[in-house]
């Protein structure tokens, strides 16, 4: 069993270690959920991933303004 420096320096090393797998893997995630956000509402600027979720958006946040063309063809 490890005891006094031996400890410490090995508490150390895996808090260093846990703390770049930590800091890579968010870095990761926050990339690939803003690469998913590809469609932009005109009106707000809201992103969504699909167009199904951006028609649904624009019929309930912007029931008066005039759907995009791109949306008309869309099964909601």
Partial sequence: MA????????????AKKAAEKK?????????AAKAALV????VCLTQMPDPKTFKQHFES???????????EDVQA
């Fill in 23 to 31: 800091k890579s893997q968010g870095a990761d995630q926050k990339t």
């Fill in 3 to 14: 005891r006094g420096q031996q400890k410490k320096q090995s508490q150390q090393k895996n």
């Fill in 61 to 71: 946040k912007h029931p008066k303004s005039p759907m995009p063309p791109e949306l």
């Fill in 39 to 42: 469609h932009s509402c005109p």
